[in-house]
Structures are given as structure tokens and as C-alpha cells.
């Protein structure tokens, strides 16, 4: 594998669900980035961690939940989803909190 | 209140011809500017990027323009190739400040290159 990898692709959830999104990257880099991007709206910083510690929580509810048990590996926990929670959530990485990000292909996510 | 605007939703340009894709700001704070593109299925990929120390910057076809005094960047992609179709983001960044790697996007132009 290469670059930047997220899992699964596509999920549908009710609002009761408790769910993990995954992303994992192979660049070597230290900084790991949550975002989210609704139809119409341009994409949205959510969390940033550097060096597992999280640097940046960009006013987020607390339904979701961001874990980040090593460099490589970033997690997105939700529960008790709304439907307008419905989204396509990126995972970046890059080298230090730089600016030149590298986004995995997203996970398309629907909270019915 | 969106910093970061990309006024045109879309753009379509002939093989071979320029494409200009263009971007607004409204924080003076902001000092990096970056495009990335993104092809459908995937994620946004890097293109280029600028310092507001510079007011041009070239990369093979694509360069990018800023105008600070106008709060305004552009990207020229000469000549455009059908392989350019994609979405750009524009994106920008407080640099100076401690926003540990927090861009701030616009909502992205689509790009439509005919052969």
C-alpha cells in the first residue's frame, strides 16, 4: 500500500450507530489531519494531530471522537450521528504540521 | 463567513488553450497559498503553491499568480490537456501563525478541458 489509505469507503449508519472510520498512511509523515466535506461546501478542517498528540480541535461536537494511537494510523470514532452529519470525511497526512497536505480517497458517509 | 472564495462553480476550456482558475481571500492573515486538485473517486492532490514573498511561481504548465493588494491568486494551466479535468481547490494558510497545518479551502472550481 501506498500513500494514503482510508477505510471502508462508503458507510451507512443510523443515528443510533457507533462506528469507526480508519486511515492509515505510508509516507512517513508525523501529522495527521481529519476533515469533512459536505455537498456545496468546501472542505472543513475537523482535527489535526502532530506526533499523536492533538494540536486542533476545530469545534467539533463531540459525537465524533479522533484517536490517534501512532503516526501512521488515524481513527474516527462516531455515535449518536445526525443525518446532516451525512459527509465525505478526508484523511491527510503530512511531513510536520505542513502545509503540503496528502489526502486518502475519503469515506462517503449517510446517517439515516 | 468563508475566507477563502472560488466565484466560478465551473470552467470549460478547449485542448490546447489556457486555463485560468481564480481565487479570492478576505484574511489578511493568510501568507501561503496552495491548488489542489482532485479527480472523482479520489482525494485532493497538491499542485502548487506560493508565499505571499512572491507574487508568481511556475511549475511546468501550471503557475500560480498572487496579488496581495487585491487579496486575489490565480492558476494558469498552458496549454490545457484533457487530463487537467478535475476539481481545484484553492487553499490558503496563516503560515506566521500557530495553526499547525490548518488550510483553509474554497469550494473548488470544475474544470472541464474538450479535446
Known amino acids: 500500500e501506498t500513500g494514503v489509505t482510508q477505510t471502508p469507503r462508503h458507510l451507512v449508519m443510523g443515528m443510533t450507530n457507533k462506528k469507526s472510520l480508519k486511515c492509515e498512511q505510508h509516507?512517513?509523515?508525523?501529522?495527521m489531519y481529519w476533515y469533512k466535506q459536505s455537498a456545496k461546501k468546501p472542505l472543513e478542517l475537523m482535527f489535526v494531530y502532530s506526533l499523536e498528540e492533538r494540536v486542533e480541535n476545530n469545534s467539533v461536537p463531540s459525537r465524533f471522537s479522533p484517536e490517534c494511537p501512532n503516526s501512521s494510523h488515524l481513527f474516527l470514532h462516531l455515535h449518536t450521528l445526525q443525518p446532516e452529519d451525512s459527509a465525505l470525511y478526508l484523511c491527510?497526512?503530512?511531513?510536520?504540521?505542513?502545509?503540503?497536505?496528502?489526502f486518502g480517497p475519503g469515506t462517503r458517509l449517510t446517517v439515516t | 463567513d468563508q475566507q477563502v472564495k472560488q466565484n466560478s462553480p465551473s470552467l470549460s476550456v478547449q485542448e490546447g488553450r489556457i486555463s485560468i482558475l481564480n481565487c479570492d481571500y478576505t484574511n489578511s492573515m493568510f501568507d501561503y497559498f496552495l491548488w489542489y486538485k482532485k479527480y472523482p473517486a479520489e482525494g485532493p492532490t497538491f499542485l502548487i503553491s506560493?508565499?505571499?514573498?512572491?507574487d508568481k511561481n511556475e511549475d511546468g504548465r501550471f503557475t500560480v499568480f498572487l496579488n496581495k493588494s487585491a487579496k486575489h491568486l490565480s492558476l494558469h494551466i498552458v496549454p490545457s490537456q484533457p487530463g487537467d479535468s478535475a476539481v481545484y481547490f484553492c487553499?490558503?494558510?496563516?503560515?506566521?501563525?500557530?495553526?499547525?497545518?490548518?488550510?483553509?479551502f474554497g469550494q473548488g472550481t470544475i474544470l472541464t478541458v474538450h479535446p
Open positions: 487553499a490558503a494558510a496563516d503560515a506566521g501563525g500557530t495553526s499547525y497545518g490548518k488550510l483553509t
Open positions: 506560493i508565499s505571499s514573498i512572491k
Open positions: 509516507l512517513g509523515h508525523n501529522a
Open positions: 491527510a497526512s503530512s511531513r510536520g504540521t505542513g502545509y503540503e497536505q496528502y
